[in-house]
């Protein structure tokens, strides 16, 4: 599937328009997200410990590294590498437990707005373009309900798979295992920590990072006609994984690497390379394995050296394998 130039799983008509909608409050939607900020803040105060905080530091890298960057991201929504069926599910299912939906409501709210940014005009919903608090209310408490929406069509490997439509009907009870797990461990700081805290912070970030990606930072990149262009939050590297790269995914959205240039740090692109050493995942695709794009439009900047592409590594415990090593 190539997301590189298009976004296939939208199938429009005449009619389709990407500017014409409504938002509106979304009861299910604001109610989880407000009871975990909520639980999160006041219960966190109230219960805290540092071995639930040090859980929470723990945990929460992993879901948003394996599970929302890796699994849901990089892998179900562009398919920009390979891996064994085991993996993609346990890292898409790290991925549900982020908080924000099922796998299939992730691949729609990813290509809705993919598909609306790409065009000429695009709803202010879709493109984080109303004021700082407006659309931090509108994105984590409400929905965009388009006029003439196109038709999401996921590709069969999504859409016929059992254990997808499982995990997308039961998004919010897959948090339940880990609960039992953690309150079992270390009681009600774990529970509220590992899991509400947790959900609270990384939903939050999610729009935090998306309304600074669309509306300020650096670009090297310039999609000719899109209504909206990528920024890359630079300060955000680390914390998010690479997604912060934001301007190097609107230019090369195919892409399993998105700190593509020297200097970008890109911990999801660290694992992926690790895991490609391994042999547990394999067909990687980088900018230079993409289609060309027309539109792509590259921004010079005057006294600036010109970037340089990074490119996967080996790992170096990989050439030990298989080797006798001298006695220490």
């Known amino acids: 599937m190539d997301t590189n130039n298009e976004t296939p799983r939208m199938a429009e008509n005449p009619a389709t328009n990407a500017d014409s909608g409504n938002v509106v409050w979304s009861p299910i939607k604001s109610m989880w997200y407000l009871s975990h900020l909520m639980i999160g803040t006041i219960g966190g105060i109230i219960f805290f410990s540092w071995s639930a905080f040090s859980l929470f530091i723990v945990f929460t890298a992993l879901t948003l590294c394996l599970g929302h960057s890796l699994g849901m991201h990089r892998r179900l929504i562009h398919n920009s590498y390979e891996c064994p069926k085991w993996m993609e599910y346990l890292f898409v299912h790290l991925g549900v437990l982020v908080g924000m939906a099922g796998p299939f409501s992730m691949v729609y709210q990813h290509d809705i707005r993919d598909w609306a940014q790409r065009k000429s005009e695009c709803h202010p919903f879709l493109r984080h373009g109303s004021s700082f608090f407006k659309d931090g209310w509108w994105q984590l408490n409400c929905d965009l309900r388009l006029n003439n929406p196109p038709k999401f069509i996921p590709e069969m490997r999504i859409r016929n798979n059992k254990i997808y439509r499982f995990m997308e009907r039961t998004w919010m009870f897959q948090q339940l295992p880990w609960t039992v797990l953690f309150f079992y461990i ?29 509306n300020e930072g650096s670009r090297d990149w310039h999609i000719n006609g899109a209504a909206v262009q990528g920024h890359n939050v630079r300060f955000a590297g680390l914390i998010t994984m690479g997604e912060s790269w934001h301007n190097n995914h609107h230019a090369y959205p195919g892409s399993a690497m998105l700190g593509i240039y020297q200097g970008q740090n890109d911990p999801g692109w660290w694992v992926l390379n690790a895991l490609n050493n391994l042999g547990l995942v394999w067909n990687i695709r980088l900018p230079k394995d993409l289609s060309n794009r027309s539109e792509l439009q590259k921004i010079h900047h005057e006294g600036v050296t010109i970037r340089n592409y990074k490119l996967p590594k080996p790992c170096k415990f990989i050439s030990m394998v298989g080797k006798v090593m001298p006695p220490g």
């Open 186 to 214: 270390g009681g009600i700081s774990w529970v509220i920590w590992g899991i509400s805290a947790r959900i609270a912070i990384s939903v939050t970030g999610h729009w935090l990072i998306g309304y600074f990606a669309h």
